[in-house]
């Protein structure tokens, strides 16, 4: 079946503008996740949807990142005033979130280029 | 969350076990060890996990220590689009954990 989708691929956009990116999970995951990967590092959490429990939000870097996920669907990440430290990659996972050992399947990630 | 360590880079002959090795020292019962890849330009594929035995899967083996205190991944016969960043984390598996921490990996580059 189809996998995690994500789209734009590609954003440029300039300093202090918003940007919204898009996470399809995959049908029928409970449990959704952003992270951020910044050029040449690790993972970075972000946040987290599991069901209809309220997220956790504790890896948003500030009050300019928010994430919104209505139902167990799509799930949308905006960055508001957007700085040139927000450039990296934005990557969405879901799992099936039955179980804490379930496995989190990635999408192709978002590159965001702030000028 | 336990921290691992691995290589910053390895190279391997195309055609020949690619052995990927892990430190994770301060591992605790209760974690699990987990291995991803992150081929260039694309997001992080789930490729195996375990707890102590070894595991085996389509893709790769996770061999465990006894002491649990390192792991090698091993892809048995590496193909050029092996080439990656393979990623091991070390994880309680439990509700109100579920995020992941990757750190740099290891750059594998599988050699004609």
């Known amino acids: 079946g189809a996998g995690v989708s994500q789209s734009p691929s590609n954003k440029v956009t300039e300093k202090g503008k918003d940007v919204e990116l898009r996470c399809d999970p995959i049908s029928g995951h409970t449990a959704l996740y952003w992270y951020r990967q910044r050029l040449g590092q690790g993972l970075e959490f972000l946040i987290y949807f599991q069901g209809n429990s309220a997220p956790d939000k504790s890896g948003l870097p500030s009050d300019r990142f928010s994430a919104e996920r209505t139902g167990e669907s799509v799930s949308t990440l905006t960055i508001q005033r957007t700085q040139q430290e927000d450039s990296a990659v934005y990557l969405c996972a879901s799992s099936q979130g039955l179980a804490p050992i379930d496995t989190q399947y990635f999408g192709p990630g978002t590159r965001l280029t702030v000028l | 969350d336990a921290k691992t360590t691995q290589p910053p880079s390895m190279d391997c002959a195309e055609g020949r076990a690619a052995n990927l090795p892990c430190n994770h020292s301060t591992i605790s019962g209760n974690e699990y060890v987990y291995w991803y890849r992150q081929i260039h330009s694309q997001g992080p594929q789930y490729i195996i996990h375990?707890?102590?035995n070894n595991e085996t899967n389509e893709m790769a083996s996770l061999i465990i220590t006894e002491d649990r205190k390192s792991s090698t991944l091993i892809l048995p016969h590496a193909t050029l689009r092996d080439t990656a960043v393979y990623y091991c984390i070390v994880r309680v598996v439990s509700f109100g954990n579920e995020k992941l921490t990757f750190g740099t990996g290891t750059r594998l580059t599988i050699i004609p």
């Open positions: 375990g707890l102590k």
